[in-house]
């Protein structure tokens, strides 16, 4: 049976509720195809969607929707182009191959903000899993501190963060990474303050570092990485350059 374009030989029906050695045999593929430009890149780096039951295709931004699944760059231009064209709706048949059970494929207008808000929650949820795993620093003074003695891994700022905050901020973790000069600067996030005080369970949330804890650890390595990609996934389908 040939494969379809956008999915890899392992069956994406295994990404979730398999047991066994076959659930990680979907995730194991490195690379995805977006049915919308044919170019394939790292699955980190695309959107899933996927079907529901009754054939309305969703966003499935952590890929852990059961079944066959069609992934698309994250370029909100280019998929309300694909939209308002019919390009998306004629991938996605190809793709799903119809609804299932004979039902007919359909997909909201609104389907772009309801990626966007997906990918925000998904961002929003991983900042506070690692907080709950001790590896996000708060507050401008024990931030500054962290940061000028190396233990920041990431930098993040909220959208409507002070200029002048963020300056001082960046340049303590330029001396503490050892980069001064270097115009390295923290991602600044397209959330604002008010978003990340409520998903962190604190007040007035501006700036916060993901910490690189003592000798840089793999855990606190891999923390870092996976805030960033969900930053930059954001970041881009909103149509920015990853953020800084």
């Not at 977006?34 to 890149?41: D, N, P, R």
């Not at 039902?103 to 207008?109: E, F, G």
């Not at 804890?213 to 891999?222: D, L």
Request: with cysteine; hydrophobic share 35%.
């Amino acid at each position: 049976m040939r494969t379809p374009h956008n999915e890899c030989v392992s069956s994406d029906i295994t990404e979730t509720g398999a047991s066994g050695s076959n659930s990680g045999s979907a995730k194991s593929c490195a690379t995805r195809r977006c049915v919308l430009s044919g170019e394939t890149l790292p699955r980190e780096e695309l959107i899933r969607l996927a079907i529901s039951p009754d054939g309305e295709v969703l966003p499935d931004p952590q890929a852990k929707a059961p079944g066959r699944g069609a992934w698309i760059a994250p370029n909100r231009a280019a998929l309300e182009t694909a939209m308002a064209d019919g390009h998306l709706k004629k991938a996605l048949l190809r793709s799903f191959k119809g609804g299932p059970d004979g039902t007919r494929l359909s997909y909201s207008d609104n389907l772009a903000q309801q990626i966007e808000d997906a990918l925000k929650r998904t961002l929003l949820d991983r900042l506070g899993l690692e907080l709950r795993g001790g590896n996000v620093v708060m507050g401008s003074a024990k931030l500054g501190e962290h940061a000028r003695s190396g233990r920041i891994a990431l930098l993040l700022h909220a959208s409507n963060s002070s200029e002048d905050g963020r300056k001082k901020l960046d340049q303590a973790w330029r001396v503490g990474t050892d980069q001064e000069g270097s115009g390295v600067r923290g991602m600044v996030l397209p959330l604002d303050r008010d978003a990340l005080s409520v998903a962190l369970g604190r007040e007035n949330v501006v700036h916060l570092g993901i910490s690189a804890r003592a000798g840089g650890s793999g855990s606190s390595r891999s923390a870092s990485g996976r805030v960033a990609q969900a930053v930059t996934r954001l970041s881009r389908f909103l149509g920015n350059d990853p953020p800084s």
